[in-house]
């Protein structure tokens, strides 16, 4: 039986949603051959932002509700894939994956709660193995440019030294945008469980949490301010907000490419802040800043005006080194604000590329370089506005 849809939107009706319906809309319009709905609780506020929108009076309009199983059911039986924009996961997450991984209907999320995500590897991995359905978590800003800058980082290391870099940093040289509410939701969410369920906190203080059975050596804790010598005399750097899911899900990356990266792989990533008092000055007030966990910031369903993404940015630098002293460097841009504009791109890119392009992908529960590789890396340049390039 062939199912009326690619693709459905979970969560349409929010912020970010919203955001993936508009590039649908324009990246693959009716016609395209891609065949996707808008999904949301609500069949009311689904038609109001379908309208909104611009979409065609006739866009199919699914409602979903995780917490009916009947409800959940019918959008299994008729999708092949479900984007999710609904989170903290935590709190929202579990029906869905559990129903795709049973149901092998894949899936894509913007997920950055690396304990939530080891328990979903504990509980569906082997369904999703065995239904063939492919989950892939992380498809945003957390953490497909570093992912994939690794990953490119890597393979051009081997190819230059028949080796993999054993020491890899990621440093953010230049950043505007703002973080999402659900970003800081996801946040605060994952501090309560940490603060009343046994266990959460010790996964997240540990960088190999998404690698059950193996544990790499010692990591930089990337928590302080500090001059980074790799990177030029007196180059000041600061701790980096997303590194706490970022790096976990390299070290994952590299766990599902058996580790291609090696069992020795050390990998931190930290902000630069520049030079000499100054660099050292914005690093400190870096550091200090807890502005994404106060009651201040943007709530789920906020964010950015247009013109706001239109003018955020990215750049990320991967320095690739081993003992003897060899180093390949890689930068990785976007051309929209990280926590919106870019991401909404990037999770349907994977999206379209897991259903188009990585057919050979198995089941179970992925990162996007293993699962997508080289496939999201030009689709990702082609359509999304990212670069990926060999500098040195």
């Known amino acids: 039986m062939t199912k009326p849809f690619d693709l459905v939107v979970h969560g349409a009706t929010g912020f970010t949603g919203r955001l993936v319906v508009e590039y649908l809309l324009r990246q693959y319009p009716a016609g395209s051959g891609l065949r996707w709905a808008m999904g949301g609780r609500s069949a009311e506020k689904l038609a109001a932002v379908r309208d909104e929108v611009g979409a065609p009076a006739d866009t199919p309009l699914v409602v979903t509700d995780t917490t009916h199983p009947a409800s959940l059911q019918a959008l299994m039986d008729c999708t092949r894939l479900v984007l999710t924009t609904v989170g903290p996961y935590q709190l929202y997450g579990n029906e869905m994956v559990a129903a795709c991984a049973a149901s092998g209907v894949d899936y894509v999320d913007l997920c950055g709660e690396p304990a939530w995500m080891r328990h979903m590897i504990d509980a569906h991995e082997a369904a ?30 081997r190819h230059r030294h028949a080796h993999p870099a054993s020491r890899v940093r990621g440093r953010v040289r230049k950043m505007k945008g703002t973080f999402s509410g659900g ?25 190999f949490s998404l690698t059950p059975g193996f544990e790499g050596p010692r990591q930089p804790s990337g928590n302080k301010p500090m001059v980074d010598e790799a990177l030029g005399e007196g180059v000041w750097v600061a701790p980096f907000v997303m590194a706490a899911i970022n790096t976990r899900n390299v070290h994952r990356s590299n766990f599902l490419l058996q580790h291609a ?26 550091a200090g800043d807890k502005s994404l966990g106060s009651d201040t910031g943007p709530k789920p369903g906020e964010g950015p005006s247009r013109e706001e993404r239109e003018n955020g940015f990215y750049d990320v630098l991967f320095l690739g080194t081993d003992e003897a002293g060899n180093a390949v460097r890689v930068g990785v841009k976007g051309d929209r604000d990280p926590g919106y504009g870019s991401t909404s791109k990037m999770i349907t890119e994977a999206a379209v590329c897991l259903l188009q392009d990585a057919k050979d992908t198995a089941g179970g529960i992925w990162t996007p370089a293993p699962a997508m590789g080289d496939a999201l890396i030009d689709r990702l340049q082609a359509h999304a506005g990212l670069t990926f390039a060999i500098e040195a």
């Open 183 to 207: 970003t800081a939701a996801s946040l605060k969410a994952t501090m309560a469980a940490a603060a009343t369920t046994p266990g959460v906190l010790d996964l997240l203080k540990n960088p």
């Open 261 to 286: 990266y090696g069992t020795d792989f050390v990998y931190d990533e930290m902000l630069i802040t520049g030079t000499g008092e100054k660099g050292e000055a914005i690093a400190n007030a870096v």
């Open 128 to 157: 999703a193995k065995a239904s063939g359905a492919r989950i892939v978590f992380s498809c945003g800003f957390d953490s497909i440019p570093f992912d994939l800058g690794v990953f490119l980082l890597q393979k051009e290391f």
